[in-house]
């Protein structure tokens, strides 16, 4: 079931997109050689509580079997293409770091990611950072009342492609909002004209997952840390965003 939200809604889960936004500039600050993915997510821990809010992963519960997710975002370095747990390991020169935050303020939640590049990342990083977040943002302009979410996927899928590189298919977009993870399903690719119909007052994320080669991964025994099938990079960036009569609005801005 998708939930159409009011207007109160969208402005409650926009100031917690904000924030999850705020949170992203503030840990970008602190990302640099040395510094160990425990220390970002302290971090992020600290200012989410101290802005009155939630870190929606700290506790939250995937499939059966494996344990709830130990930390306040997602930090995913390189080959790690999603839900890196935080932990000792330390940033070097030259890694593609994902962080992914979601907070929840007032009761509403605020879902975005954003890649970084530290140093000097090999030129292929540095492409595959530029086609994913130029392929969210052509995939995000397809959003309008009316149109299908094959369409979002197919201009993600497409931009990317064309430049010899992959969408992760395992993952996708999801809407948010009351809860972390709602109807409908967004997938990153796709065909024109297909896929469940967007309506306005729809909220959902975009937040492709592109691989520099295949698109297959694998999940480790932890049960969260997912990485490339070919040990290759990933890059991913994620919006909140709200549908409205003439497209959408972004919900997860500073
Ligand atoms: N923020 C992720 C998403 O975009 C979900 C992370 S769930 C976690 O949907 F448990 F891994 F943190
Ligand atoms: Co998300
Ligand atoms: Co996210």
């Not at 602190?30 to 510094?35: D, Y």
């Not at 929606?56 to 130990?70: E, H, V, W």
């Not at 520099?212 to 994620?238: C, N, R």
């Amino acid at each position: 079931m998708i939930y159409i939200k009011n207007a109160q809604q969208i402005e409650k889960i926009r100031k917690s997109g904000q924030l999850a936004s705020r949170t992203l500039d503030m840990v970008s600050e602190h990302l640099r050689p040395g510094v160990t993915t425990k220390r970002l997510d302290d971090l992020v821990h600290d200012f989410i509580l101290k802005h009155g809010a939630i870190p929606a992963t700290l506790g939250y519960k995937g499939s059966k079997g494996t344990i709830p997710f130990p930390a306040s975002c997602c930090i995913s370095i390189n080959e790690v293409v999603v839900h890196g747990i935080p932990n000792g390991r330390v940033v070097n020169d030259g890694d593609l770091v994902k962080i992914d935050v979601t907070t929840i303020l007032d009761g509403f939640f605020g879902d975005t990611a954003r890649s970084f590049l530290v140093g000097q990342v090999p030129e292929v990083g540095v492409r595959l950072c530029k086609a994913t977040e130029e392929s969210m943002y052509l995939g995000i302009k397809e959003v309008r009342d009316g149109s299908r979410l094959g369409d979002v996927g197919h201009a993600i899928q497409t931009h990317v492609e064309a430049q010899g590189f992959s969408v992760v298919r395992y993952f996708v977009g999801h809407g948010v909002g009351i809860h972390f993870h709602e109807d409908p399903c967004v997938p990153h690719y796709g065909q024109r004209g297909r896929g469940q119909r967007i309506r306005s007052g729809m909220v959902f994320t975009v937040e492709p997952m592109i691989n520099e080669g295949v698109f297959g991964i694998d999940i480790l025994p932890d049960g969260w840390t997912t990485v490339t099938a070919d040990g290759k990079l990933s890059a991913q960036f994620e919006h909140t965003l709200a549908v409205t009569g003439d497209g959408a609005d972004i919900l997860t801005l500073s």
